[in-house]
């Protein structure tokens, strides 16, 4: 795994709104086919740091470079072009379409048809978009209006969507917020699933620790916009520094992991 | 030297009734986000209650007594309205807020012509200020000196409003966070209405203070609204320093721009407000506003494209008003081209309203553009039929490509209120350039050649036309670039996201529907034989907007319902009725507070109600309870 290529390397990213500094200083690079988690309490700036990579916000200062080329400031569409996929923390997706065609639009970005005046879009890429409706266990979905759909399963289009531009990266953020805990580790599992066996690269936002520690290869921490720890697993996991945090915050992850949830 | 400066002081004149005008707009909007469209008629109603209180009351006191207490009469009537309508309504989306106010100016204007008559009236001097002082040679009116003086003191006053008291605080705080006032357990119901009162108050005075300077008529409302547009879109909606600022530049630009540009002053005030735009696209003071997080619309249908039954009912229908001229006389004929026409007006706003979301307020701009378009290569060029009919659109083609290129750079109100004063602009140009368009004379004499002549081909002809764009409407509607539109509608955040470049993509749609609306422009001036600046008029716009809601804004193809039947019903009206204005602006505020959905919508709503009652949903169902825990 170390011989992969960098897929993504961020160096002293920054960014204040106002007097506050959402993101200080932050700095790491990820692996093609690794999966990063990227944790810390709520308001550590692991959102903005999202937005940053992906373009929707401009870095206060820093460098990110994406498959060795510079994308700093770039348009999320520019981004996007290069191979990024990315959920929101809140999803975002066409409510007054139907799943499929919520996949069919991002297929049609990802042909370049989006000047295509002529084309009937409900017949196109039809199967496409079944497929990777299928990956992600949609399928039975398809025909629903998205505006209908449960927050656990707009999730899960969201990540159809997001891999509908074969990304080489994916960006993730709170991948399982507001699911049920069975649904988070069937979503994480997928998603791992996906990425391993097509060498995507994914960060992701977490606040379960049992999905983190299950599948990430690598976790950051982040505190105040800082990173104050990196590393495996089990070495975040001791790193008194992190428990600390967690267990101000009266998340005691360590004795429900040994607990262990269903699997 | 002295003629440049009593002009400034003339421009600074004219400013005070336009910020006191836009700064009541932006305190409204600040807090309830809604876009007043009324405010002019508030203005309007504010000298007409002033006229008639300062011809009543007598003497010196009676006269400014008689301004203010007309502006606190308006203002109650404002109360009323905000108490009756707008609580109703502040939930809606913004276009059904922006069409509410809308019908409410139609109405005014009805209610005041019933009232005051057609006549232009001539109020008061202002006692105290009825002289002028000498400058050089130049004469400045002493109320000009007054209304100078007036407009520091009325920002200072809400300047110290704002900053001073408790209700101040309050409104502040509503404007920055509404949730939070809400969680303060303060009554936002009386929040609301108390500033919705201020708002009508200061619109009020500022057409009451007008009387001594201006003739009282029916059509100020209009006038000041689009300037006022123009102040906030410049001077940021929601900043009151904003609105005082804007008001001085657009008079100034006003006033300087008649002695450059005599014939087109408006020229200059554009192009200033184009620079605004495309530097600071919020305004000099406005805050770049977060995206509405609210569904765009009411309902969540999926569009999808005919049936075969349906698309067989669409060629039977077709065939069907093919046959009219063998049953029917030349009037039926002229009548059934004119509906033809509209259909594809209609369906061209329709297109850009509700499949890219942008409820546009001026599209009669390009609908006259395209007329214009005729009378040019007609009359100038001399062109055959057929070459005019091709290339006059593209008159409309490259007003929607100018002005829309500005236009999508904002949305929602901005977008309306920007749409707007630039359908105002074409017009002023089309009403004050007489040499290129003959002004309020008009262009006549375009008669189509011998073959389109007869009314029976003439309708031919109009509902070919009407059907084919109606088609290609559709067919772009459902085409990838269809879906992408309806994807920057439903979510720029996530459309940005999959590669769609929005402003790209509702820039050309905006050019698509203004180019077929040029189309029934084109068809319109052969219909009419003549050209005039009515054709590009905020009337035509709100017909338009009026057809699409009919016909239901969510639908597809709702808008070709919502022309016949609206063509027919206003012209059944109008033969019944003067007051065409007050029913149909009291439609329009019925149909927004009661029937939202508009007639296809219903329609569709009902079958779809029939169709979900039959299967059950257990597996959304279960999904959902999962979600909920
Ligand atoms: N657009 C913004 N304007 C002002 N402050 C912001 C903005 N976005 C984020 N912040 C602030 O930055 C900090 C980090 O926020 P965020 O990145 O959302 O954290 P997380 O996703 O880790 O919960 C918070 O203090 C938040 O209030
Ligand atoms: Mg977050």
Known sequence: ?263 | MAFYFVQFLTGLASAASLFLVASGLSIIFGVTRIVNFAHGAFYMLGAYVAFTLTERFSGALGFWAGIVVASLVVAVVGVLVEMVLLRRIYHAPELFQLLATFGLTLMVQDLVVMIWGPNDLLGRRAPGFRGAVEFFGQNIPTYDLFLIALSPIVLGLLWLLFQRTRWGVLVRAATQDRDMVAALGVNQKWLFTSVFALGVFLAALGGALQIPRDAVHHALDLRIIVDVFVVVVIGGLGSIIGAFVAAVLVSELNAFGILIFPKISIILVFLVMAVVLIVRPWGLFGKQEAPARRTPGLTVNPWRPLSQGERIAAWAGLAVAAMLPLVSGDYALTVGSEIAIFVIFAASLHFLMSVGGLASFGHAAYFGLGAYGIAFLAKMAGLPMIACLLLGPLLGCLGAAIFGFFAVQLSGVYFAMLTLAFAQIVWSIAFQWVAVTGGDNGILGLWPEKWAAGPASFYWLSIGIAALAVAALRIITFSPFGYALRATRDSLLRSEAIGIDAKRIQWTAFVIAGTVAGVAGALFAYLKGSVFPDSLGISLSVDALVMVLLGGVETVSGAVIGAIVYKMLSIWLVSQTDLSKLVLGGVIVLMVVAFPKGIVGMLETLRNLRRRSEPAKPALLKSRIEGAE
């Not at chain 1, 929101?88 to 499929?100: D, G, N, S």
């Not at chain 1, 065609?101 to 989006?114: H, M, P, T």
């Not at chain 1, 017949?123 to 949609?138: P, W």
């Not at chain 1, 699911?179 to 069937?186: Q, V």
């Open chain 1, 1 to 263: 795994m170390s011989t992969a290529p960098t897929l993504l390397s961020v160096e002293g990213l920054s960014k204040s709104y106002g007097g506050v500094h959402a993101v200080r200083e932050v700095s790491f690079a990820l692996r093609a086919g690794e999966i990063l988690a990227l944790i810390g309490p709520n308001g550590a700036g692991k959102s903005t740091c999202f937005d940053m990579l992906n373009g929707q916000t401009t870095p206060g200062a820093g460098r990110i470079s994406l498959l060795g080329g510079d994308t700093t400031g770039k348009k999320p569409r520019e981004i996007w072009r290069l191979g990024v996929g990315r959920t929101f923390q809140i999803t975002a997706t066409f409510p007054t379409m139907t799943v499929r065609e919520n996949v069919q639009v991002a297929l049609v970005s990802y042909g370049r048809q989006l000047f295509n005046l002529w084309a009937s879009t409900p017949r196109f890429a039809r199967d496409e978009a079944g497929r990777l409706l299928e990956l992600v266990g949609m399928s039975g979905y398809a025909e629903r209006p998205c505006g209908e759909l449960a927050y656990g399963d707009l999730k899960r289009l969201e990540l159809a969507i997001a891999l509908a531009n074969q990304p080489k990266l994916l960006l993730m953020d709170e991948p399982t917020a507001g699911m049920a805990p069975r649904e988070r580790i069937d979503l994480m599992r997928l998603t791992a699933g996906i990425a391993r066996e097509k060498s995507i690269g994914v960060l992701f936002t977490e606040h379960d620790m049992d999905v983190v520690f299950e599948h990430a290869d690598r976790i950051l921490v982040l505190n105040r916009g800082s990173l104050i720890a990196e590393g495996s697993p089990e070495e975040v996991r001791r790193n008194p520094q992190v428990r600390a945090i967690y267990l101000g915050e009266g998340l005691v992850y360590d004795a429900r992991h040994r607990e262990g949830l269903p699997s």
